[in-house]
């Protein structure tokens, strides 16, 4: 069955605002997360992961939070733009040697200009 | 963008008839993996490969080959298409296991009528 889910199928805000999108997953044993975003047509390019052992990590605009006691995972997007209008999915990989990513379905975001 | 292109892009073709795509990379990475995209089921492993020669089976294999022969390509065959395999493919490549940051092709639509 899916391991990685998410709460919202779309998700709509204004440009310069801040976007968070939620992913719930069930495996415990899952050793990192990673947030992937894919533009119509194109396929999905990495944006950051984190490891199982990590509570939050930080990119350029985007930062990712772990809540493992309810095996939670959020990908927040600041000041949100234009060229952020894209699918989001949440993936994870169950150890360290393993070749599988396993993807969520995905949350569209769509920026109002 | 990595070095990841995927042939041919868009195809249609008729139930029970072969067909092979294909992926080809100039980043020497050692995996390749090919990913189905349907909508409410996010991206699926297929098939990957941890080197030339050497491939296993992912979460959907049933129906689909493989081939790896030199570094650079990965095949992907359709024995006898069927319209349950009309999707979306995408092939992957990464530079070693439990790394996060695949990359991915540009993806291949393939309609079966």
């Known amino acids: 069955g899916e391991s990685v889910g998410l709460h919202l199928p779309t998700l709509s805000v204004q440009e310069g605002d801040n976007s968070i999108i939620n992913c719930a997953y069930s495996?415990?044993?899952?050793?990192?997360f990673i947030w992937y975003k894919q533009e119509s047509g194109k396929g999905p390019q990495f944006i950051i992961d984190?490891?199982?052992?990590?509570d939050k990590r930080q990119g350029q605009r985007v930062t990712v939070l772990l809540n493992k006691t309810v095996k939670h995972l959020s990908l927040q997007i600041a000041a949100t733009q234009p060229g952020d209008s894209a699918v989001y999915f949440c993936?994870?990989?169950?150890?360290?040697?393993?070749?599988?990513?396993?993807f969520g379905k995905g949350t569209k975001l769509s920026v109002i200009p | 963008d990595a070095g990841i292109t995927q042939s041919p892009r868009h195809k249609v073709t008729e139930t029970g008839t072969p067909v092979t795509l294909r992926c080809h990379q100039t980043?020497?990475?050692?995996?390749m993996y090919w990913y189905r995209q349907d909508p409410g089921h996010g991206l699926r492993l297929i098939h990957y490969?941890?080197?030339?020669?050497?491939?296993d089976k992912g979460e959907v294999s049933d129906g689909y080959s493989v081939s790896r022969s030199k570094t650079e390509d990965f095949l992907l065959t359709l024995e006898s298409a069927t319209s349950s395999q009309t999707s979306v493919y995408f092939c992957?490549?990464?530079?070693?296991?439990?790394?996060?940051?695949?990359?991915f092709g540009q993806g291949t639509r393939l309609t079966v009528v």
């Open positions: 495996n415990s044993a899952s050793d990192y």
């Open positions: 993936a994870e990989i169950v150890g360290a040697g393993s070749y599988q990513l396993t």
């Open positions: 980043e020497n990475h050692r995996y």
């Open positions: 992957a490549i990464s530079e070693r296991t439990g790394n996060t940051e695949a990359f």
């Open positions: 490969s941890y080197g030339v020669k050497d491939t």
């Open positions: 984190i490891r199982s052992n990590m």
